[in-house]
């Protein structure tokens, strides 16, 4: 079946700009997560939503970064007034709630200039 | 402190050696112990579960050391198509599902 899915796959964007990063989890997967991955790091913890809502958003660096899920399935990721050290690659995962594996998409490469 | 420790590496390893490195994490708490495996510019993959008990998946074995604190994988018969980042990840740290990850162990299997 299907796995996650991230678009777009590569962004570049201008210090400053908005960007919205979107996630299709895994079709009755109810656990969503989002992480950030800096070159050379290993992925870091984002926010966590269990459904429609945000369970754990102790992740999140500033108050630019927001996330929602509306109807408990497809999410995205939103940054405001981008910086430079916002440029990392952004992995969604899901899981089944209460599931220990964590299946992550292709990520999304965001660049910004 | 970081709450999942790696030695990145790389780990330079000839075509059928065996190569072994861990990593620690720093929550006495922590509940569930992973590897994953990386390959460039792809997204992290479950290779397998780690227990106390040592688990093995063919080449592939897992140990954790609650004591000490700290998760080892030996791969043996090393193979080019074992070459990756291998990331020791850990679940449970703050009470939630979210998984804690380690920098990664770069690995490359040499002809």
């Known amino acids: 079946g299907a796995g996650v899915s991230q678009t777009p796959s590569n962004k570049v964007t201008e210090k400053g700009k908005y960007v919205e990063l979107r996630c299709d989890p895994i079709?009755?997967?109810?656990?969503l997560y989002w992480y950030r991955q800096s070159l050379g790091q290993g992925p870091e913890f984002l926010i966590y939503?269990?459904?429609?809502?945000?369970?754990?958003d102790s992740g999140l660096p500033n108050d630019r970064f927001f996330a929602v899920r509306p109807e408990g399935s497809v999410s995205t990721l939103k940054i405001q007034r981008t910086e430079r050290g916002d440029s990392a690659v952004y992995l969604c995962?899901?899981?089944?709630?209460?599931?220990?594996?964590?299946?992550f998409g292709p990520g999304t490469r965001l660049l910004v200039l | 402190r970081k709450e999942v420790e790696q030695d990145p590496g790389p780990f330079n390893v000839p075509e059928g050696a065996t190569v072994a490195f861990n990593c620690t994490y720093s929550?006495?708490?922590?509940?569930?112990f992973f590897w994953y495996r990386q390959d460039c510019r792809k997204e992290p993959k479950l290779l397998m579960s780690?227990?106390?008990s040592g688990n093995e998946d063919g080449r592939f074995t897992a140990q954790l050391n609650r004591a000490s604190q700290y998760i080892s994988l030996l791969i043996r018969d090393s193979k080019l198509s074992d070459s990756a980042t291998y990331l020791c990840?850990?679940?449970?740290?703050?009470?939630?599902?979210?998984?804690?990850f380690g920098k990664g162990n770069q690995v490359v299997v040499i002809p």
């Open positions: 995962a899901s899981s089944v709630s209460g599931g220990e594996t964590q299946y």
């Open positions: 079709s009755g997967h109810t656990a």
């Open positions: 939503f269990q459904g429609t809502g945000a369970a754990d």
């Open positions: 929550n006495s708490a922590s509940q569930s």
């Open positions: 780690v227990y106390s």
């Open positions: 990840v850990v679940r449970g740290i703050g009470g939630n599902n979210r998984l804690a």
